[in-house]
DNA sequence: TATGAATGAGATTTCATTCAT
DNA sequence: CATGAATGAAATCTCATTCAT
């Protein structure tokens, strides 16, 4: 006759755990149907079998489908915001070097999450004011390490004054490209040579005459 | 006794107009209702509503939802296709005039059709393998002027060497990133302003340097 | 510019013979279609068709679709009323020889007509009261002369004083069985093989004791 | 803690009975509108609210609404196979015995499921292939018990060497016809009329001269 | 906490019927 | 007389959500 009514810092402790293993569970198994089947096309059934629970208990942890969808996505543009930053603080402090290492991990998360990829795209649409806002802010919050680079790079005059909005914004458009157009890239180059070549077209622009020999390898 | 039972050519071709017109209607109320609430979003009694026919109408002329939803990609697509190569022949034979010309254009057709363009990335998945397949078809297709245009400055050495299969798709990416990103770079710059920036920065990567001075306006 | 708005009785009577036709044209069609599809199933678009005239012209012929339905169903009856007694007559004025000769010509008509009587066991629930009381009444009508034979039979004691009205359903039950139970019947029998059994059931109890040996044939 | 997620047996079989009774109350209203309406123009919603449960229910322990007629018209066939034969047990082992009591069964059942029989015989056609050789197979071997007994007979040379194959379809057919034709004869014969006089049609054509004074009650 | 039976609104699609030509 | 485009009501079926257990 164990009884737990009365909540012990302990117990809460380990109910938050839970709830975060059981969001988690469902997550994974949300982004798995979606890729499938789109999210329309998932039902609220579907979804549970997947993520091995009940219906009912979905509907404890997320206030419904659409909130799922929301979650998804932000757990998604979380792994960017996370994971940029360290990727570029591993190679140090140059500028160039910096962008580079941080495209690298922007791609590559690109490529680990290709079918969720494509989800904020096409269902972005789908979420309700507050939802969409939520996510262009994670965007610009995402982007903002290679933002720095570039401004630090620019200030360095080891890169040409671009646009920094702009060019941030197509990095992030190159490299969701390889998970919309897999179709075609897929099938043409490796995720290295994808990486490599959209690397080189963006220093391309970038990089001031009197600096490119320092890069060779990279514009060549 | 006249009699006018026989389907003379004339009441074919009446029929073929009027088919057509009452296609269109129902095409031009898709892309209209489908940017304001998506495709699932859109039932075809909203979509019969905005067309100004009947629910029962519309299933004479489409087979049914996904059907139109095909259509009106496919009516984009075929903008893309139809007016891109008149508007890049308008400037001469010059291949970097006319890829300047192309992307222009390509861009500005974005402009157009902002909401079908995203429709386009949107909802290809809800499609079949047929339908999807179809689109990428015309997607390569469409492609083909830009492409020409770059084999051409190649093979004449006014434009560097670069990969041409990456190179359209990245134009095309950059393109539809008007549209995709219209929520950021809608705010930030006019037409003109992106479509001279991004032309801007494919010619960076492009134009040798012993030629730059020939697009001296366009490198600025 | 012939003007034929003043109905001349040549006309009138042309006008009637075409009536007809297109109603026969129409009751045929629906026959053939209903047999492939049942009547729910049979839409009037696809009747229309197979009578290779317009939807629109059915309606200026029948009230309906359930009025084709009835009229379908009353052209079948018509059939057993109008040919059962001239069947009888010929064989001349012997009650047994002509509930024989009924029998037989009662059950071809049901095989020259397998799905049109089937028809009109499925779909008679389908039409308004009105409606099936003229069935119920013309399937009396269609089988007096059989009644006529029993009641002259009896009457002449050469058939047993049987339950006359039981036994003229229960020979229509049996002559509508090879309709109803062909999938049955039709692969063990040939249509003589079932007309002989069935015929051969009635008469072992119509016939008494000492009147068998005149119709030992019919009773081997 | 104690859990209770597993299923236990327990849990099974509540769930097994609560599905059964679940498609027994469907089932019963199904045959209840179907035999006021026709399968065709009862509809769903009708079906559900003569159930008194809710639309998504129904599609919850059947495939669709063919389904529901396929399960109807199955119910009512496994009424005829499980009846009949202990009916015939009863009475012991004398094969006219036997075959009198099946017959009076038969009728019986036809009688307490008078629409449900109807049925049947209506909406057979709508079924696909797989259904109706279901209902086929199961009306062949519901009539097992009488052919075993017009075997046993003939073999015992109580009963003449009929056709045993038609005198069991012939049978069913003027027991179905207490069902199909109820218009005519429900109006002058009680049921147990009909039975007496079925009965005696067909044992004047089975007993043999010899063997009538035995069944004189029966045959009178 | 967890289940899944039950609900019922809403979706797509069909088709009998009408009517302008 | 003849057509078939157009209508819109009604049907089947799905599925997000709730709630008693």
Redesign the interface.
């Known amino acids: 006759m164990?009884t737990d009514h009365d909540a012990l810092p302990v117990e809460e402790a380990v109910r938050a755990v839970r709830t975060n293993s059981r969001r988690k569970q469902v997550l994974d198994a949300a982004v798995e149907v979606m890729q499938r089947t789109?999210f329309?096309q998932m039902s609220m059934q579907a979804l549970a079998d997947e993520a091995g629970v009940s219906v009912g208990l979905i509907y404890k942890y997320f206030g419904g489908k659409e909130d799922v969808l929301l979650a998804t996505i932000l757990t998604i543009l979380d792994a960017f915001r996370d994971q940029l930053e360290p990727a570029m603080d591993a190679v140090g402090d140059d500028p160039v070097e910096r962008l580079v290492a941080g495209m690298r991990r922007y791609i590559e998360i690109v490529d680990e999450n290709l079918n969720a990829t494509?989800l904020t795209?096409?269902?972005s649409?789908?979420l309700d004011a507050a939802g969409r806002a939520r996510i262009?802010e994670l965007e610009?919050e995402s982007s903002a390490p290679l933002r720095a680079a570039l401004d630090a790079g620019i200030a360095a005059a080891v890169m040409n004054p671009v646009?920094v909005?702009?060019?941030v914004?197509?990095i992030m458009?190159?490299a969701h490209?390889w998970a919309?157009?897999h179709?075609?890239?897929g099938a043409?180059?490796s995720l290295d040579e994808y990486i490599r070549?959209?690397t080189r077209?963006v220093l391309?622009?970038l990089i001031p005459?009197q600096h490119r020999e320092n890069y060779a390898q990279l514009l060549s």
């Open positions: 164990t789109g329309h494509v795209y096409r269902e649409r789908t262009k610009v646009d909005d702009l060019m914004f197509d458009l190159l490209g919309l157009k179709w075609h890239f043409i180059y070549l959209q077209f391309n622009t005459a």
